[in-house]
């Protein structure tokens, strides 16, 4: 099993920037890729961002320019750098791994963290 731990989140004024991590723990598994989900109030949760093991990485459309993710794949540790801020990017922010072992493909969640975006 891998377990994911969020932490960054907060209130922040519009405009302004946030850094998300995601650190993995496990024991026996292989990194596929990390990414981060969110969910807002009354919403479905949707994708933010992931990157593979290449340093590959897919947006979303609203965040593109405005969000930066990266990872060290020795550390197993995800980040998301979020820059001018939206009142639309509230949300709980969801990290996310998908990893293998023993030949099974498997995906972890974690607890998430709340990034609040207000005046």
């Known amino acids: 099993q891998v377990q994911l731990v969020e932490s960054g989140g907060g209130l922040v004024e519009p405009g302004g920037s946030l850094t998300l991590s995601c650190v993995a723990s496990?024991?026996?598994?292989?990194?596929?890729?990390m990414g981060w989900d969110r969910q807002a109030p009354g919403e479905q949760r949707e994708l933010v961002a992931t990157i593979d093991r290449g340093g590959n990485t897919n947006y979303k459309d609203s965040v593109k320019g405005r969000c930066t993710i990266s990872a060290d794949n020795a550390k197993i540790t995800a980040f998301l750098q979020m820059n001018s801020l939206k009142p639309e990017d509230t949300a709980v922010y969801y990290c996310n791994a998908k990893w293998t072992s023993a030949g099974v493909i498997s995906d972890s969640w974690g607890q998430g963290t709340q990034v609040t975006v207000s005046s």
């Open positions: 496990g024991r026996s598994f292989v990194f596929i890729s």
